[in-house]
């Protein structure tokens, strides 16, 4: 079983270097104790980075899956390099910052025009995906130009006006009578989900998720809105672009 360490709180999808210790060896993966690497899920990319056991020997991750309990961690290398860790041995892992931290902004960006949309016309999100320096939010229903474009201005307005975001675990009696569940509602979580996670955008959203997320909405920084996509059905699809991927990380 593996510790979902970036998972307890919003600081932790901040730590970009850890300690743990390797709990199985199966071939091609390394299985840890703890990990805050993110693994594929809930439209999120999986993180990459290295994993450390000396100086000498520096594992690739390029591949981060779910497999019940545990986390895999895919490596790159031949398979001598694999071999010389041992069941029990500890390793440095870091985190490809750039490709986490793109991710943590269209995330929390995904969130917020979510919410505002829901908002705004009432439609939920079926699912959405992000990738590279891009995401797509599909929604249950047709999605007017006019209201696309005021939820730019309300997701350029959290930028500008940065709000808080926070992580709180909340019962599942307490989360099914919340408010809020109906804007998430379309997608309807796993009974044995208790407690839930549920992510905080201070005055803007309340939302059920398990992936990673900014701080603070100020950390969006701008976004370009591409044409809205009809999909079949009625369906809408929303796409955006952070306009400069590499922004810069602020300390604090
Ligand atoms: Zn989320």
Redesign the pocket.
Known sequence: MTELAYLVDLPSAYVRTFRARVTALPPGSVVLDRTFFYPTG?G?PCDHGTLRSDDRNALEVIDVVKSGPAVMHRVHGDAQRVRSLEVGSEVEGTIDWPRRYRHMRL??A??LASARIFARAGLRTRRANLAGAGATIDLEGPLSADVAAAVGDDVRAAVERPEAVTVRWVPRAEWDAHPAAGRSGLVPLPPQVDPVRV?EIDASDV?P???T?LRSTGEIGEVDWLPLVLLSAGATRVTFRLKDPELPTPTG
Request: include cysteine.
């Open positions: 809930g999120q995330h929390t995904q969130h992510v939302c998720c398990g992936g997320h």
